[in-house]
Structures are given as structure tokens and as C-alpha cells.
């Protein structure tokens, strides 16, 4: 079955500092990933999404995330992080086919200290 | 163009009772998929519409039922509260049903049963 597992639940980074959020997922195909963020009261908001071709993707925000087929994982980088980047991270798969249907991590609640 | 709509944002009901949650997906938008999101759960795939079509559905008790409409508006039902089933509903709405398409996260409905 599909799954995805985020082995971190809580971060706490300090403003300026590099932030890696960890994501590994279980799959027989090549899956379709994303990273979600959530702010208190909001919705999910797309940061990336990697489908395939080149295994280091770019989102908003100044968010990357590279796909290590080898490793299963799917982490999400930031060179410099903000104090507006605490939230809740959310990484997701799907198989791609004919439907929406995303199976969510549990979420890594991020920090940040001033 | 105006994002997801969710209708309403609050609700409280008591158990036993049933609930209507309505979402309006972008315009031109013709997949809806709902998630329910609990502290203890996560977030969870309930179902997704295309075209006035279930085309998956997931692993929810037969409480929990949704339409879509020929506008593409989508409204979920869950019939004789239970405790359990408060939670934050979330609709998402994308172009198709492809696993590529972007979906797009409404804010959400608060749902607190007592």
C-alpha cells in the first residue's frame, strides 16, 4: 500500500538558518510528490510538485526538493528560512493515473526563533 | 480568479445529528475531492468527484456520502454524528482528475460535534 512517512514532527529552526524536512514514501511506481504547507486556519498551499525529469525541483517561496529514487525520499530544502515559514509541511503522493486521490505524511510542524 | 469556496466555515452540531458541507471549486474546474483532517488522523482522502461522478472513495463509513452537482459544486453529507467526526473538512478542486493536475485547497470547514 501506499504510504508516506515524515519522521519529523516538530523543528524548531532559527531565522536565517538552512531547514531540511524529511519525506519517504512507500510505492511500487514511480510516484507523483508534492510538499503542501498549512498556516494555522488556512487550507494546504502547493510549495512543489515533482512528476519527473530532473530530481531537483523548485517551488515558491524559495523552497526546493530533491527526489532520490534510491532513498525513497522526497526532502524539502531552504537555503535561508523566514519567520513567515512557520507552518505545518505536508508531503504527498499519488500514482499519477486518473485520479486526485493524495495520500498524505503526517505533517512536521515547523519554528522558527527569532 | 477567486479561489475554493467552503461553506460554512464553523459549524457545530450535537450527535446524532447530520451535516451538509458545501464547497464551490475555482471556475472551469471540474474534479472536487474532499479530505477530513483530525489531530489524530492526519489528513484523510474521503472522496472525489469529476463530472457528477464518484470516481474514488475512501475508507469512511457509509455516514459519510457526497454529490457533485452539474456546476461542479460539490456538498458532502455525514449523517448521525459521532464524537469522532469532528474535524477540519477540506475540498479540493483541480482541472481533471489526473493525478498531475494541481489541486487547489480551500480553507476549510471547522466541524465540532458535541
Not at chain 1, 14 to 27: M, T
Not at chain 1, 45 to 53: A, E, N, R, V
Not at chain 2, 45 to 63: A, D, M, V
Request: aromatic residues 12%; positive net charge.
Amino acid at each position: 500500500a501506499q504510504s508516506v512517512t515524515q519522521p519529523d514532527i516538530h523543528i524548531t529552526v532559527s531565522e536565517g538558518a538552512s531547514l531540511e524536512l524529511r519525506c519517504n514514501y512507500s510505492y511500487g511506481a514511480t510516484p507523483y510528490l508534492f510538499w503542501y504547507v498549512q498556516s494555522p486556519g488556512q487550507g494546504l498551499q502547493l510549495l512543489l510538485k515533482y512528476f519527473s525529469g530532473d530530481t531537483l525541483v523548485q517551488g515558491i517561496k524559495g523552497f526546493e526538493a530533491e527526489f532520490k529514487r534510491s532513498q525513497s525520499s522526497f526532502n524539502l530544502r531552504k537555503p535561508s528560512v523566514h519567520w513567515s515559514d512557520a507552518a505545518e509541511y505536508f508531503c504527498a503522493v499519488t500514482h499519477g493515473g486518473a485520479t486526485n486521490k493524495l495520500i498524505f505524511g503526517t505533517g512536521t510542524l515547523l519554528a522558527v526563533q527569532p | 480568479k477567486a479561489g475554493v469556496t467552503q461553506t460554512p466555515r464553523y459549524l457545530i452540531k450535537t450527535r446524532g445529528q447530520q451535516v451538509t458541507l458545501s464547497c464551490s471549486p475555482i471556475s472551469g474546474h471540474r474534479s472536487v475531492s474532499w479530505y477530513q483532517q483530525t489531530p489524530g488522523q492526519g489528513l484523510q482522502f474521503l472522496f472525489e468527484y469529476f463530472s457528477e461522478t464518484q470516481r474514488n472513495k475512501g475508507n469512511f463509513p457509509g455516514r459519510f456520502s457526497g454529490r457533485q452537482f452539474s456546476n461542479s459544486r460539490s456538498e458532502m453529507n455525514v449523517s448521525t454524528l459521532e464524537l469522532g467526526d469532528s474535524a477540519l473538512y477540506l475540498c479540493a478542486s483541480s482541472l481533471g482528475p489526473v493525478g498531475g493536475d494541481e489541486q487547489f485547497f480551500g480553507p476549510g470547514t471547522r466541524l465540532t460535534v458535541l
